[in-house]
């Protein structure tokens, strides 16, 4: 498995790793939330918002693989 020539472009501009680190930071405040009682009540949303949030974001991050992004693949026909 190789990189691609411009991985550190894509790792800061690309909808789809925006949205997957989001996802995974929902999804790490879902756990945290779950098993540290400490925040009970102490969130402005429940607990159940953060799984929720996660998918959403994790949907959002495939979808964002087809979304053309200029700053990353140029123009739109640039492959043409």
């Known amino acids: 498995m190789k990189l691609i020539p411009d991985w ?13 680190a989001i996802s995974i930071f929902f999804g790490a405040l879902d756990v945290i939330a779950n098993f540290w009682t400490l925040f009970d009540g102490l969130l402005p949303i429940s607990r159940g918002w953060f799984a929720g949030l996660g998918v ?25």
């Open 8 to 20: 550190r472009a894509v790792l800061c501009h690309a909808y789809s790793v925006h949205f997957v």
């Open 56 to 80: 959403t974001f994790g949907i959002l991050g495939l979808a964002g693989r087809f979304i053309p992004q200029k700053t990353i693949s140029g123009d739109v026909n640039a492959d043409k």
